[in-house]
């Protein structure tokens, strides 16, 4: 009877063999297989919303900074002329006369009319040209847009036509607000320029102490009064003690 079964003996040692082989090699297989990795996710993106689209860029320097008069102890007065709506070819001769360097706070839509007439005033007497808004609207309380489009187009034309952008701006009327110097700042102004006593009729006006002081700023116009009212300014200054500068020389 053993010696029948020998044979059966035989084969199921090769079918254990045979099973000890295949789950060998199944581990083998298991172990050579990368681990799964989990699936990379894609970097979020920031939501799109209504404060991106409208985006606006900073301003260029910064909002600019409100001042009435200059800091300093030199026994100087500044003159600045505002508008351009007359215009007349002795002005400049008026104003070398009495050594007087001014800033003119223009309007484009006077300077468009004879833009020449203006940078030969300019280069004729050592003065300046700065931003007085195309239009010369009470900016005081109008969107940030709308102050910006009164403001910045003006800078960018009077560097083209008279070669250096304006530093300096002047609210009409002297009415700003905080749009107002987010505006003058974003066309690169430092600082807009309002004053404390004004030229007219051939009279000085204050609105404080009624004299000149060092570093006071005079407000005039380009009007058919233009050489008596330089020579009241000339008069006054010199009733205090002061000489005409310009105002650029101060405010860098």
């Known amino acids: 009877m053993v010696e029948r079964l020998k044979p059966f003996r035989y084969v199921t040692l090769a079918v254990l063999a045979l099973l000890v082989a295949a789950i060998f090699l199944a581990t083998e297989e298991t172990r050579a297989r990368p681990e799964p990795t989990a699936a990379r996710q894609p970097q979020s993106q920031p939501p799109t919303t209504s404060a991106t689209l409208n985006f606006r860029p900073e301003p260029k320097i910064g909002p600019a900074k ?32 009495n050594g007087i360097k001014a800033a003119f706070f223009l309007t484009d839509r006077y300077v468009r009319q004879d833009p020449e007439f203006f940078r030969g005033l300019r280069d004729d007497t050592g003065s300046a040209i700065e931003n007085h808004t195309a239009t010369h609207p009470n900016l005081k309380g109008k969107s940030l847009e709308q102050q910006t489009a009164e403001i910045v187009p003006v800078s960018d034309t009077y560097e083209k036509q008279f070669g250096l952008r304006p530093t300096l701006f002047r609210a009409p009327y002297g009415n700003s607000d905080e749009a107002t110097l987010q505006a003058a700042g974003e066309a690169g102004a430092k600082y807009v320029v309002n004053w404390g006593s004004e030229v007219r009729g051939g009279q000085v006006r204050f609105s404080g102490p009624r004299e000149f002081r060092p570093g006071s700023i005079v407000l005039m116009h380009f009007t058919d009064n233009f050489e008596a009212d330089v020579n009241a300014f000339m008069t006054q200054a010199r009733a205090n003690g002061l000489a005409p500068a310009l105002l650029t020389d101060y405010l860098r």
């Open 66 to 97: 409100l001042l009435y008069k200059v800091e300093t102890t030199d026994p100087v007065v500044f003159l600045t002329i505002d508008d351009g709506a007359h215009r007349d070819p002795a002005m400049a001769g008026i104003l070398k006369r």
